[in-house]
């Protein structure tokens, strides 16, 4: 079952919201700020985001930033702001598409199953991912010759092969998968990285995908 995220500090409209999605039989979760947004974002690992650019705590823009800063899930965009440059700088920063209000409710829920629908095939293309001798599952978390990750290896992996040639800082990592307390222990980083590098590339002491950018953060490379 697909489940969304909705993100809106108008409480009547997360209600309507919340009945309509689950009456089409989608699993919904709910948050009136953006921080709380993004917590239920890594806590609840949502298919879709419906997203407010008007919160009282972070603008809508930056909370698309935080999401695509590890995560390709589809974001819409519901929001009272009308202008051209509010829908540019959305779809600019990640958004995969933007709905105005006020809206109808059958329009968005039409908006949702096409994202849902791209979504899905883009997903697909991602599925089995080469690196180097080893062909990577994303979808049913294997990997061929019997390599066996934990789920923090996996967490870390995933965030790097989502997004192919993309920096992913330390401090995104470290936020991701241990939370924001642990963003200065980044020896926990480098010996998760070494772990997973001995199981995934040939040379180790010199890797040809999981690369180090010293001081930043790691990038795969295809």
């Given at each position: 079952?697909?489940?969304?995220?909705?993100?809106?500090?108008?409480?009547?409209?997360?209600?309507?919201?919340?009945?309509?999605?689950?009456a089409?039989?989608?699993?919904?979760?709910?948050?009136?700020?953006?921080?709380?947004?993004?917590?239920?974002?890594?806590?609840?690992?949502?298919?879709l985001?419906?997203?407010?650019?008007?919160?009282?705590?972070?603008?809508?823009?930056?909370?698309?930033?935080?999401?695509?800063?590890?995560?390709?899930?589809?974001?819409?965009?519901?929001?009272?702001?009308?202008?051209?440059?509010?829908?540019?700088?959305?779809?600019?920063?990640?958004?995969d598409?933007?709905?105005?209000?006020p809206?109808?409710?059958?329009?968005?829920?039409?908006?949702?199953?096409?994202?849902?629908?791209?979504?899905?095939?883009?997903?697909?293309?991602?599925?089995?991912?080469?690196?180097?001798?080893?062909?990577?599952?994303?979808?049913?978390?294997?990997?061929?010759?019997?390599?066996?990750?934990?789920?923090?290896?996996?967490?870390?992996?995933?965030?790097?092969?989502?997004?192919?040639?993309?920096?992913?800082?330390?401090?995104?990592i470290?936020?991701?998968?241990w939370?924001?307390?642990?963003?200065?222990?980044?020896?926990?980083?480098?010996?998760?990285?070494?772990?997973?590098?001995?199981?995934?590339?040939?040379?180790?002491?010199?890797?040809?995908?999981?690369?180090?950018?010293?001081?930043?953060g790691?990038?795969?490379?295809p």
């Amino acid at each position: 079952m697909t489940r969304i995220l909705v993100v809106d500090d108008e409480p009547q409209i997360l209600r309507a919201l919340r009945i309509n999605l689950a009456a089409r039989h989608y699993e919904v979760d709910i948050a009136a700020d953006g921080a709380a947004a993004l917590r239920a974002a890594v806590d609840s690992a949502p298919d879709l985001v419906i997203l407010d650019l008007g919160l009282p705590d972070l603008d809508g823009i930056d909370v698309i930033h935080g999401l695509r800063g590890w995560t390709t899930i589809p974001i819409i965009v519901l929001s009272g702001r009308a202008g051209n440059q509010d829908k540019i700088e959305a779809l600019d920063a990640g958004a995969d598409d933007y709905v105005t209000k006020p809206f109808g409710i059958d329009e968005l829920l039409a908006r949702v199953r096409a994202v849902t629908r791209r979504s899905a095939t883009q997903e697909a293309e991602l599925a089995r991912i080469q690196l180097g001798d080893h062909v990577i599952d994303l979808t049913n978390k294997t990997i061929s010759s019997d390599v066996r990750l934990t789920p923090t290896e996996w967490h870390i992996l995933e965030m790097l092969l989502r997004h192919p040639g993309k920096l992913i800082s330390q401090r995104h990592i470290l936020t991701e998968v241990w939370g924001a307390r642990f963003v200065k222990e980044t020896h926990y980083l480098r010996q998760y990285m070494a772990q997973i590098r001995r199981k995934l590339e040939r040379d180790p002491a010199s890797p040809a995908h999981l690369i180090t950018e010293p001081g930043m953060g790691y990038r795969f490379k295809p």
